[in-house]
């Protein structure tokens, strides 16, 4: 009989178990992929990938060995101050930094992108600075410091790989998980499975009568620019969140890369542009790319996974489809072609159909688009280059929030969900801070 078992071995759930590990308790880690240097897609390397369960998303470490990228704020990157509190917040993150300096992270500089007279000029031209303190680590150093939170952890709690954790049953005061490597009892259950593991969620929550809520679905154009048009808001801050407002919807920027090129990501069945920074590169670019997104909210996310399968599946056409468009041509009204691709200034880091964005994708999102622009040329006075590519289209896939009480545990007494799959938080600095967070208050209710 476990005391707590953790399903799932991404970001939230390696800082669950490492504040958990000073404990007595009898900890157990679940997980449907492999452990971190057994994790090799072959989309890493320009193939197809062909894995049963997809390295690049399973595995130890889960998302956080692509880019490392901890954003240390509650500005954004979801809703976990709405459950501990601002203050106790920033606490954790703090908490998370340390650990990961304590490994070394603080082989990179943590850099701020506060500026207050940007800020303060931002408003005039009706855009919001989201500031953040950053440590950025990239795929290298992340694998290298989860690799030794492993070893720290495999030292004192077990962990097991491509295990398929195939039911489970509450019984008066313990769970009995059934698995493809036999029945596993446990007091506590932590479910810790990130975004990847959506479907399977749904399936146990359905199954053991959790509440689930409401789905939130990030989709945006991503843009590619000459990097020096943003030097004047970026020299000091190296990446700028900008927030835009639309009506009553609120669009922000993501994942600004400068020098970046952009890569295709295939997740959800769809292949969408997303952004690889330079320091993933052997050299660097000559242009900036980020993402605006616009977030829509769904009953169900069945709603939701079948609004983005309409949008990029229809441009995907079951292929790795995706459009990009001068901006000059969405400003006339044109088609780009190859011919007037030939002489642009600014050339596409992605091989990507040329074509027309309004025939691709809603109206909505390029009239978002367009104003955020519009803005944005007041904010950096001056005009934004014509030859600047819009690809269309990114999207960012969130859970279905759980409807938990103030410490992640669902309506199923001893059953808790931290990180991602909880819908609260969306980035890995807020899922490792939930995991620090539920790690604390099992530690100190329960003693086993």
Same mark, same amino acid.
């Given at each position: 009989?476990? /005391?707590?078992?953790v399903?799932?071995?991404?970001?939230?759930? %390696?800082?669950?178990?490492?504040t958990?590990?000073?404990?007595?308790?009898?900890?157990? @880690?679940?997980?449907? &992929?492999?452990?971190?240097?057994?994790?090799?897609?072959?989309?890493?390397?320009?193939?197809?990938? +062909?894995?049963?369960?997809?390295?690049?998303?399973?595995?130890?470490?889960?998302l956080?060995?692509?880019e490392g990228? %901890?954003?240390?704020?509650?500005?954004?990157?979801?809703?976990?101050?709405?459950?501990?509190?601002?203050e +106790?917040?920033?606490?954790l993150? /703090?908490?998370?930094?340390?650990i990961?300096?304590?490994f &070394?992270?603080?082989?990179? @500089?943590?850099?701020?992108?506060?500026?207050?007279?940007?800020?303060?000029?931002?408003q005039?031209?009706?855009?919001?600075?989201?500031?953040? =303190?950053?440590?950025?680590? &990239?795929?290298?150093?992340?694998?290298?410091?989860?690799?030794?939170?492993?070893?720290?952890?495999?030292?004192?709690?077990?962990?097991?790989?491509?295990?398929?954790?195939?039911?489970?049953?509450?019984d008066?005061?313990?769970?009995t998980?059934?698995?493809?490597?036999?029945?596993?009892?446990?007091?506590?259950v932590?479910?810790?499975?990130?975004?990847s593991?959506?479907?399977?969620?749904?399936?146990?929550?359905?199954?053991l009568?959790?509440?689930?809520?409401?789905? #939130?679905?990030?989709?945006?154009?991503? $843009?590619?620019?000459? =990097?020096?048009?943003?030097?004047?808001?970026?020299?000091?801050?190296?990446?700028?969140?900008?927030?835009?407002?639309?009506?009553?919807?609120?669009?922000?920027?993501?994942c600004?890369?400068?020098?970046?090129?952009?890569? #295709?990501?295939?997740?959800?069945?769809?292949?969408?542009?997303?952004?690889?920074?330079?320091?993933?590169?052997? !050299?660097?670019?000559? *242009?900036? *790319?980020?993402?605006l997104?616009?977030?829509?909210?769904?009953?169900?996310?069945?709603?939701? *996974?079948?609004?983005?399968?309409?949008?990029?599946?229809?441009?995907?056409?079951?292929?790795?489809?995706? $459009? $990009?468009q001068?901006?000059g041509?969405?400003?006339?009204?044109?088609?780009?072609t190859?011919? +007037?691709?030939? *002489?642009n #200034?600014?050339?596409?880091?992605?091989n990507?159909?040329?074509?027309?964005?309004?025939?691709?994708?809603p109206?909505?999102?390029?009239?978002?688009?367009?104003?955020?622009?519009?803005?944005?040329?007041?904010?950096?006075?001056?005009? !934004?280059?014509?030859?600047?590519l819009?690809?269309?289209?990114?999207?960012?896939?969130?859970?279905?929030?759980?409807?938990?009480? =103030?410490n992640?545990?669902?309506?199923?007494?001893?059953l808790y969900?931290?990180?991602?799959?909880?819908?609260?938080?969306?980035s890995?600095?807020?899922?490792?801070?939930?995991? @620090?967070?539920?790690?604390?208050y099992?530690?100190?209710?329960?003693?086993?």
């Open positions: 009989m476990y /005391d707590i078992t399903i799932g071995s991404g970001v939230s759930s %390696f800082f669950l178990a490492y958990l590990s000073q404990s007595n308790q009898k900890i157990l @880690i679940l997980e449907k &992929g492999k452990s971190l240097e057994e994790r090799n897609c072959p989309l890493d390397r320009g193939g197809i990938c +062909n894995c049963n369960v997809c390295e690049k998303y399973f595995g130890f470490a889960g956080g060995k692509s990228k %901890f954003n240390y704020t509650s500005d954004f990157g979801g809703e976990l101050e709405q459950k501990v509190g601002r +106790n917040l920033l606490q993150m /703090d908490e998370v930094d340390e990961l300096c304590r &070394g992270g603080d082989s990179v @500089i943590k850099y701020s992108t506060a500026n207050t007279e940007l800020s303060k000029r931002a005039l031209c009706n855009l919001q600075m989201l500031t953040t =303190e950053v440590r950025h680590l &990239g795929t290298s150093l992340s694998t290298k410091i989860f690799q030794q939170i492993y070893k720290v952890l495999s030292s004192k709690i077990d962990i097991q790989f491509e295990v398929d954790v195939q039911d489970i049953k509450k008066n005061n313990s769970f998980l059934i698995t493809n490597q036999g029945n596993i009892q446990s007091q506590h932590v479910f810790a499975t990130g975004r593991g959506t479907d399977w969620l749904k399936k146990q929550c359905s199954s009568g959790v509440k689930q809520g409401k789905t #939130r679905l990030d989709l945006g154009i991503r $843009v590619e620019m000459a =990097e020096q048009q943003l030097r004047l808001i970026l020299e000091d801050t190296f990446e700028t969140k900008l927030a835009y407002a639309h009506e009553d919807i609120i669009s922000s920027t993501y600004m890369n400068p020098k970046g090129r952009i890569i #295709r990501k295939y997740q959800e069945g769809l292949v969408m542009p997303d952004g690889q920074n330079f320091r993933e590169q052997e !050299i660097g670019t000559s *242009n900036l *790319n980020f993402t997104f616009t977030p829509t909210y769904f009953s169900t996310l069945k709603e939701a *996974n079948m609004y983005a399968h309409k949008v990029i599946g229809e441009i995907n056409k079951g292929t790795d489809r995706i $459009v $990009v001068r901006f041509d969405l400003r006339e009204g044109q088609s780009t190859k011919e +007037n691709m030939y *002489n #200034r600014i050339q596409p880091t992605l990507a159909e040329f074509g027309d964005l309004t025939k691709e994708i109206l909505l999102y390029i009239q978002i688009l367009q104003g955020f622009i519009n803005y944005l040329e007041k904010f950096i006075g001056e005009a !934004i280059d014509e030859d600047t819009l690809y269309g289209m990114d999207g960012k896939f969130y859970s279905p929030i759980i409807e938990t009480d =103030e992640f545990q669902t309506n199923i007494h001893g969900v931290i990180g991602d799959c909880s819908g609260v938080t969306h890995l600095s807020q899922a490792a801070a939930s995991g @620090i967070f539920v790690g604390k099992l530690a100190s209710n329960f003693q086993f």
